[in-house]
Every structure is written in C-alpha cells, then in structure tokens.
DNA sequence: ATACATTTGTTCATTAATGAACAAATGTGC
DNA sequence: GCACATTTGTTCATTAATGAACAAATGTAT
C-alpha cells in the first residue's frame, strides 16, 4: 500500500481519538479534523464518505486486530489467552480510553459488546459443566457485560495493575464461569 | 507552502534528530532517513542534496529562530532578554539535547558558537565601562564560552532548573560582564 | 420565517510523493 | 589487490494530496 494512503489515514484517526478526547462527537466537524490531522479537507473524502464512516472504519480495525488477538489465543487456558488482549488495549490506550470515556462511549462500547458476544457464543456450554441446565444468552449476557466492565474501568482508571496480573485475575474469573 | 512539503520536511528533520541521539552522524545513511521518517529514498533528494544539506538546514533554522528572538528581545536587559531564549532551548530540547550531546556534536556546537560570537560583538565595548581597556577578542571568547557552557551544561542535565531561573542567572552573569 | 454564516460534498487542474530501476561510487571482507 | 554488497544520486511514469471554487445543505440568531 502506498505508504501516503497510510500516512494520511494515520493522521485522521489520530485527529479523531484526539478530538473525541476533548468533544462530543457529534460537535466534531470535517474541518475540526483536517485541522487537527493537518490533512487537506478535500482529502478526507477520497478515504471515508463521511465522519461517521471514518470512525466506523477506526473501531472496526480495532476490533479486527482483537479478533485475530483472539483467534491466535484459542485453545490456551483463558489465563494465557488474555494476555496479548489486555497488551493490546495497553499499547492503544489512547483510542480505548477515549472510546470508553463518556463523549464518544456509545459508538464503541456497542460494538466492543457485540464482538464479545460473538466471541464468546462458543464458549458457553449449558449442556454441561459449570452452566448445565442455565438460560445460554443470560450466561452470555453476564460473561460479556463482567468483561467489559473490568475493561472498562482499567482502561478508565488508568491502568494501575499491569497486563499480566489483568489477564490472571480475568482469566480466573473466566474459568470460574465456564 | 504546501503542507506536503512541510510535513515530509518536519518528518525528514525528525529523524535525522532520533537518529542522531543514536548513533554518529557519520554512519547515518539516507536509507536510515528513509525508514525513520517513513519518506521515501528519492523524495529526501527533491529536498536537500544529501545528508549534509539536510543537517545544515536543520541546524540554519533553529538558529533563525536564536537570531529572531535575539532581535525582538533587543533593549531589554539581560534578565528579560534570556527568558524567551531559555524558553526556546526547552521547547526544543529533543533538537538541543542530541545536537549538544557527543555524537552530533562538532555540527552544531561549532555553529552555534558561531552565531553567539556574531550577536555579542555589538555588545562589547573596550572603550569604556567595565572591560574598558581589555582585548575585545578576549572579552567576546570569554562570554561565548561561558554562555555556550551553561547551555550545555543545563541542556544535558535534563534542564533541571526552570528556564525563568536560567534566564535570571544568566542575565546577572551577563550584566556583570558587559 | 428570514437573513446569514457555517459546514458539507464534489470538481478539477496543479503539485508533491512514490517506488522501481539503473549506473556509479563507496565501503567491507578476504 | 579483487570480488561483493551497500549506498548513492538520478530518471520517470504513476498515484495521491492539495486548495480553490462552487452549489447545496445545515445550523443559528433575531
């Protein structure tokens, strides 16, 4: 890929977590962000129809790279498997913390929710085991909203605990309920 | 000018400052300029004509911006002279830093010796006052010195002072000697 | 509702960046 | 010294970015 066609995109999804972290979406213009993005107007519009899409293309690269995160960690206990996730939402604190922050939290958490789900539909089993006999969406429902949850407030509160103990103490919350 | 240039010229500049912190100016090829600032091998050549030049420039600049300052900072005394100076040394402190530490060295320092020697002539005078009677030559070597030293020293101990106190003792220092 | 300003989305000619290809020059190991 | 690899500096056709201009749509104040 030409590395201008990268560039330029690198620069408008800067400008929008950055704008994002200072106003509420909706206030956000084209021009806010070739401003910020310093990114000719015009530009914008050989990349993304509208701001709606760039952002949609934003969050769906992210939730792309956790997807393949997951995919390469399957078959590891969930101990294991979450660390690369909780490294990956380290290194790109700047797009989730903004993502989870009250102005911009709508568009992502219901994507972040709706990938989780998708996720972990195969994980729960109430044929047998630990969740025999319960209701599958309600497990589902319970698993997903717990996770994002906890992500939630790492991300929000700074990440005071590192990746690793993250992934250990999410990871055992995780065998307990599957 | 065109945001094109700008940005490809601001990357270019970039990365010859990273590179510069790591390693001799000698052994820093185009290519590395190339990788580092994600421009392309022959787009550096529309630029400048080779690494040189784009060092030179580099440094040219960041002494325009010492002359300006200099010429809007001119019948003030010392004290409040120095301020905006100090001020400017932090901002560009990742430039000053690697351009003043070891392996840029000789570049810039030269050049920058240069340009105090050129700025304080106008402030000599052997005809009267305090260096009535010494050797100008002697008087301007022996305050460029000092005035290059403390920078250094400041720049490479991580500006533990506050560009304000910098700029109040240097003032005093100055005064005394002028 | 009306006037007015801002923002949007598109067009288009111009300019800059790209990367490949190449020969020449410059290291580097043996 | 010689082979060999790396780096340099240049060319060129192709592609992306630019900014100006514009009409249409969307706010905003009165």
Redesign the pocket.
């Known amino acids: 890929m030409?590395?201008?066609?990268l560039?330029?995109?690198e620069a408008l999804k800067r400008a929008v977590i950055g704008l994002m972290a200072e106003k509420n979406f909706d206030d956000i213009?084209?021009?806010d962000i070739s401003d910020r993005a310093?990114?000719?107007?015009?530009?914008i519009?050989?990349?993304y129809?509208?701001?709606f899409d760039l952002l949609d293309k934003l969050i769906e690269e992210h939730i792309n790279e956790l997807r393949e995160i997951c995919e390469s960690a399957d078959e590891m206990d969930y101990k294991d498997a979450n660390l690369p996730w909780f490294e990956y939402l380290e290194r790109n604190y700047l797009f989730f913390s903004t993502m989870l922050a009250s102005k911009g939290a709508p568009y992502f958490r219901n994507r972040f929710v709706e990938f989780l789900i998708e996720e972990f539909k195969d994980e729960v089993d109430t044929t047998k085991g630990i969740n025999h006999g319960l209701n599958e969406d309600v497990v589902l429902q319970f698993i997903v909203t717990s996770y994002v949850g906890v992500v939630e407030w790492w991300i929000t509160n700074g990440m005071l605990l590192p990746p690793h103990v993250m992934a250990e103490q999410v990871g055992l919350l995780l065998e307990r309920n599957l």
């Open positions: 030409d590395r201008r066609i560039k330029t995109q213009t084209i021009q310093n990114v000719s107007r015009g530009t519009y050989l990349h129809v509208d701001k």
